[in-house]
């Protein structure tokens, strides 16, 4: 299937590994022009050549923390006129009696306040336009508790419903804002602590996967390749009539008939 959307520029953030990195080779695969990023400016480097060796298309490198106004704003510069915006970025992992108002504040900021910035310094150009897609990635633990993930579930939240009216306001210009809820997916974050880059042993990786997905319907993790195909859908000529939906992506873990 075409896409439609070949030549169009897409700012991916926290793009060199993981989900985003899926997002980002996917939109790549599709003929899209990147402007991607992440913490790690050696790592971010890698993913950056991978994508232009594989797929030609023009890749820019923006290295740092997306939640950081500099960030921010050198991701714009780069990419002053995206088409296509996708907000990802790592949430707090901790037992709530650890947070104090400081980390509640860091919290907030890494998972509402940053995607929302963003979305308001492109959305207005992506209507004018007539063609915008944005898709944010936040959790499954927006509609499942998970423990230790309580900030993060709750500034996903929260951003959720402040851009479900935002996303009724640009539908009729062709712009787009939809969420993806990843679920149990094989990326770090399920590997545990780890030295990156560090293969893991084939034996104790599937030992891993077996147990993490044995309450998953699917009986197996989801890959960042998957999610990065339906992320790169969501951004397509064909889903101009999808807007404010909040799509799991977990194997059919959260059981829910509506």
Do not use: W
């Amino acid at each position: 299937m075409d896409l439609g959307i070949r030549g169009k520029k897409a700012i991916v953030c926290a793009s060199s590994k993981g989900l985003g990195r899926g997002c980002a080779i996917a939109l790549a695969e599709a003929g899209v022009d990147l402007v991607i990023n992440g913490r790690n400016a050696e790592l971010l480097a890698k993913t950056a050549q991978e994508i232009r060796e594989k797929f030609g298309v023009e890749v820019i490198e923006i290295a740092g923390d997306v939640s950081k106004p500099e960030v921010q704003k050198a991701l714009l510069a780069a990419c002053p006129a995206p088409d296509i915006l996708v907000n990802n970025n790592g949430g707090p992992l901790r037992d709530f009696r650890e947070l104090d108002r400081a980390k509640i504040l860091e919290g907030v900021t890494q998972n509402m306040v940053t995607p929302i910035e963003l979305i308001q310094a492109v959305i207005d150009g992506m209507a004018k336009r007539g063609f915008g897609r944005i898709v944010n990635i936040t959790s499954l633990s927006v509609y499942v508790p998970i423990p230790g993930l309580d900030l993060s579930s709750g500034a996903r939240a929260g951003l959720t419903s402040f851009l479900a009216g935002v996303a009724r306001t640009v539908i009729d210009r062709n712009v787009t804002i939809n969420s993806l809820l990843p679920g149990k997916l094989d990326t770090d974050r399920l590997r545990g602590p780890h030295e990156a880059g560090t293969p893991e042993d084939p034996a104790a990786a599937a030992a891993r996967k077996a147990r993490i997905s044995a309450d998953v319907p699917a009986k197996r993790l989801g890959t960042p390749e998957e999610f990065g195909q339906i992320c790169t859908f969501l951004c397509s000529v064909h889903a101009g009539y999808l807007t404010g939906q909040n799509i799991p992506v977990d194997g059919g873990l959260y059981v829910s008939a509506f």
